[in-house]
């Protein structure tokens, strides 16, 4: 059907030249805003290695990737969890350090 609109377009033109027109040529370097597909797992690697460098990953984005990973609403405000956490390891924290100089006098 292509074929048939583009020899109405230029009737002129042959089938080998169609042909070129249509299909890509096999054995030409790719244009620059051309992606190529690495074909072994450390040449993809390797891809994603540079793209992790050059990209960079800050807090921000890794929170935005992973936002469907971590649900805040089952948890609400993650930060009172921590503080709580920290408040409760520093508490036994001082009250082993009180109980170790109590001891050693």
């Avoid at 054995?27 to 994603?48: C, G, H, I, M, Y």
């Amino acid at each position: 059907m292509a074929d048939k609109a583009l020899k109405d377009q230029c009737p002129e033109m042959s089938f080998q030249d169609a042909l070129k027109a249509v299909a890509p040529m096999v054995n030409t370097p790719p244009s620059s805003n051309e992606v190529v597909v690495p074909k072994s797992k450390k040449a993809l690697a390797a891809q994603k290695a540079a793209q992790g460098i050059t990209g960079g990953l800050n807090r921000k984005s890794a929170q935005f990737a992973f936002s469907h990973v971590v649900q805040p609403e089952r948890f609400g405000d993650m930060g009172k969890v921590v503080d709580a956490i920290n408040r409760h390891l520093v508490f036994n924290k001082s009250q082993m350090r009180f109980l170790l100089n109590k001891g050693s006098c």
